[in-house]
């Protein structure tokens, strides 16, 4: 898909190669635009776009996408610095700013693509998403929400979503989000 290769809010590229010792992260939290102002706005970030990954179609469009048929869950992709920020609290962020319970939807948005999803690009990573998972269960299950249903799986070929839809919520202030957390904290030391 074809896009400037500027993000709208901080300037920064959203197309590789990206700067020496920059991490990459890629989250699934249902719509993508309020997943990806969320990461944004956290120092130590150094860009995020919005694309598609875990489906089975080279290079979707929206319109397959939300067609249900592609397998394809809408993505934020997040590269981060972790001399600035750790991984750790990119995984808090993901875990307070959804429901992760719900399958394949958030809220009102229902459908495969809106499922949730954490695409590992190191075994670290994998570690530290699994043992957060496993940490986070408890406080949810305390506030009487059922099973995390987040998917833990090596990160797949990220495809970035047409350009209308970078950094929507920055161009379109009052655009639909969608998102919506638990209001359940992770607990402390969640890593």
Known sequence: MPITNQHFVNGNPLLPPFPQGLERALFAMGCFWGAERLFWQIPGV???????????????????????????????????????????????????????????????????????????????QRRQAEASRDAFQPALTARGYGPITTEIVAAPEFYYAEEYHQQYLARNPGGYCGLGGTGVACPAGVD
Not at 50 to 76: F, K
Not at 107 to 124: C, L, M
Request: glycine residues 12%; proline residues 4%.
């Open 46 to 124: 150094y860009s995020t776009a919005v694309g598609y990954a875990a489906g089975h179609l080279a290079d979707p469009s929206y319109e397959q996408v939300c067609s249900g048929t592609t397998g394809h869950a809408e993505v934020v992709q997040v590269v981060f610095d972790p001399e600035q920020v750790a991984y750790a609290e990119l995984l808090k962020c993901f875990w307070e700013g959804h429901d992760p319970t719900q399958g394949m939807r958030q809220g009102n948005d229902i459908g495969t693509q809106y499922r949730s999803g954490i695409y590992v690009t190191s075994e670290a």
